[in-house]
């Protein structure tokens, strides 16, 4: 593959400008993401709401804004954000701003800054004369496609000019997207309609910059309005490093110049370090002076320490040795400069410490006792937040462990038919009801099994665990496709299923998983199917559906059919005989089984299938192997609507070689 191109424009022309030089008015939001696979579409979401923020209220350069720069803008940061999760694996901080040019011709442009936190840099690339590269970079550094991702290719072809610039501790990759057909408006907005207007976006990513405080607006009105909102932040999120994220951007600058939050390590003992989750400061330049203080002497508050403030020393020198003289060098660099003072809150919830909060405020002797309150009742929100991200955290570990179980370790490989699975949970935290098996049998068999458990959690769990292992059995018994399901629906129908209800109850009380009645029905539908290798190549299939979506059949030719009939849900009738049907996969020859996850997504009053929404997209997958026809199902999925898919989504592609 050819050197990934750092930038485009690397040349500063009348115009334009580099990120970190506009000469004009800015306007920021920022955010930081926890280093998860959620952070991605997070972030898609932020850069979208705050466009749409800056063209709801007028703002100048927002004038120019088009379909095309918000999506090119969504799928750089997209690029960056996986990028940072995937080789970094840290927080993400993610930074949007707006910059208008002045000059003979006045332009405005979006930049994009994704930083990590790892501490080390890659190196790569080491062609003599090979383009300077980005600021910050040095000569011949070239980023390796294998440590970045080919997704820079996309950066650099949508970006007018990209590239990446280190910091002690930190490593940021921005891009600049020029504004199309913009021109400068005669009047500027309303200044106090923006400030209304972003007040959600501030909540989330304030701007680095000082801001007047006025403490005498904490009164009876406005500590509760802030204790509310607080409370909807950071009860919404699932991870308790985003929670301890989006705390120091409430507390700075509202009610702090600066702030530290640690957290304990769950399980790991008394003894155990805190770790430090999260550092913000009021000035950009401050943040990495702090940690550096923080990390040299951590703070360590007495074990008897309740709730309540707990006056602390600066974590620096209010004026360092030497200071005071005029021919004394210059001091090492600290955070503000200035006088202050600081206060520490333990972090509780349920009776147990869970970390602490240090706040600090700069030139002043103390900390005003209204602030100090409203801080403490912030911390005890906090506290809850952090508690039920942990319990999650645990349920979501439960829930991984028992999906392990229910699922097979490794499906078989049928001869002269390539296979392609997807399988994707709704909810990290909650067992999934899909389940998917290929195994062989005796005579030269294959069997694939494709279902779906009404609802999920426990109580599906343990139907999944169930009806697998039995329609093992019985088909390495040597009934047909039809017996099978016949058996099975009878087996699911009898009193073991009182045991499964019984095993489900101890689940719960394990996971913390909320319960609906336990004699609730848990309806199965499944797609169950056996295929036999034949002489002159392809397979033959039976399958049998029941209250499955039918599996399609696609053609070299582009065609697509229904490869099976409807028949009832399993678990609902008892005297009904499941029928199968037998076809013939061709080399070159697809067939597709899915779950309701596919067909019934939904975006507003539309599903993914109306109109034979999957065969059409299916259709165009003709000539492709299997991997490459899951993965574009797969994608039309997620495409279909804005939001995630609010349902299990699993499929599975049997391919004739």
Not at 209 to 220: C, F, G, I, K, L
Not at 321 to 326: I, S
Not at 482 to 503: K, Q, S, T, Y
């Amino acid at each position: 593959m050819a050197p990934i191109p750092l930038q485009r424009d690397t040349v500063q022309r009348p115009g334009t400008t580099r990120a970190g030089n506009a000469r004009g008015p800015r306007l920021a939001s920022r955010t930081s993401l926890p280093g998860i696979p959620l952070a991605p579409s997070a972030a898609r979401r932020f850069v979208r709401a705050a466009l749409a923020e800056w063209t709801g209220l007028g703002v100048p350069a927002a004038v120019g804004f088009s379909d095309r720069l918000a999506d090119d803008a969504v799928t750089v940061t997209n690029e960056l954000v996986t990028n940072a999760v995937v080789h970094a694996g840290t927080t993400v901080d993610l930074v949007l701003r707006l910059e208008e040019e002045g000059g003979d011709e006045p332009s405005a442009a979006l930049v994009l800054e994704v930083t990590d936190h790892h501490p080390a840099r890659p190196v790569s690339g080491d062609e003599p004369g090979a383009d300077p590269g980005p600021a910050g970079a040095h000569p011949g550094e070239l980023p390796d496609p294998a440590e970045y991702g080919r997704g820079l290719q996309l950066v650099a072809t949508l970006a007018d000019s990209w590239g990446i610039t280190y910091r002690t501790g930190l490593k940021t990759v921005w891009a600049r997207l020029p504004v199309d057909d913009w021109s400068a408006p005669p009047a500027p907005p309303d200044g106090e309609a923006l400030r209304r207007g972003l007040r959600a976006a501030e909540i989330l990513a304030p701007a680095a910059r000082r801001t007047e405080r006025d403490d005498a607006v904490w009164d009876s009105r406005g500590a509760p309005a802030f204790l509310a909102e607080a409370s909807d932040l950071l009860a919404g999120q699932l991870d308790e490093d985003l929670v301890a994220a989006i705390a120091g951007q409430l507390l700075v600058p509202r009610l702090a110049d600066w702030c530290a939050i640690w957290l304990e390590t769950e399980g790991a003992g008394p003894a155990a370090e805190p770790r430090l989750a999260r550092v913000w400061h009021s000035e950009e330049t401050g943040t990495e002076p702090l940690r550096a203080a923080l990390e040299r002497e951590p703070l360590r508050l007495p074990a008897g320490v309740g709730p309540g403030p707990v006056p602390v020393p600066v974590p620096w020198p209010a004026h360092p040795a030497g200071e005071d003289r005029e021919d004394a060098p210059a001091p090492p660099p600290h955070p503000g400069g200035r006088d202050g003072a600081a206060l520490a809150f333990r972090i509780t919830a349920g009776g147990r410490a869970l970390g602490t909060v240090l706040v600090g405020r700069e030139g002043v002797a103390q900390v005003p006792e209204a602030v100090a309150s409203l801080i403490e009742d912030f911390v005890r929100r906090l506290g809850l937040a952090v508690g039920a991200a942990r319990a999650y955290t645990r349920q979501a570990t439960i829930s991984r462990i028992l999906q392990r179980g229910l699922l097979p370790s490794k499906v078989a490989e049928i001869p002269g038919v390539t296979s392609a699975l997807v399988y994707e949970p709704s909810d990290d935290g909650v067992v999934g009801g899909d389940f998917y098996d290929i195994f062989p049998c005796p005579g030269d068999r294959w069997c694939f099994v494709l279902g779906d458990v009404q609802g999920s959690g426990p109580e599906a769990a343990v139907v999944t665990g169930l009806a697998r292992p039995w329609l093992r059995l019985l088909s390495r018994e040597g009934f047909g496709v039809g017996e099978v399901l016949d058996r099975l629906n009878r087996l699911l129908l009898d009193d073991a299923m009182e045991a499964a209800e019984a095993a489900a109850l101890m689940v719960a009380a394990a996971g913390g998983q909320q319960l609906h009645d336990g004699t609730q029905s848990r309806f199965l539908s499944l797609l169950y199917g056996e295929v036999v290798p034949l002489p002159d190549g392809g397979v033959r299939c039976t399958v049998a559906s029941a209250g499955h979506p039918l599996p399609l059949l696609l053609r070299p030719d582009g065609s697509v059919r229904p490869a099976a009939d409807p028949q009832v849900l399993l678990e609902v009738v008892e005297d009904v005989a499941y029928e199968s049907q037998i076809f013939d996969l061709a080399p070159g020859d697809t067939l597709l089984c899915v779950t309701d996850g596919v067909t019934e997504r939904r975006s507003g009053p539309l599903m993914f299938d109306d109109g034979d929404g999957l065969a059409r997209v299916l259709a165009g997958c003709a000539g492709l192997p299997a991997e490459a026809t899951a993965e574009r199902i797969r994608r039309a999925v997620h495409e279909f609507a804005e939001l995630p898919p609010d349902d299990d989504v699993a499929l599975l592609v049997l391919h004739a070689d």
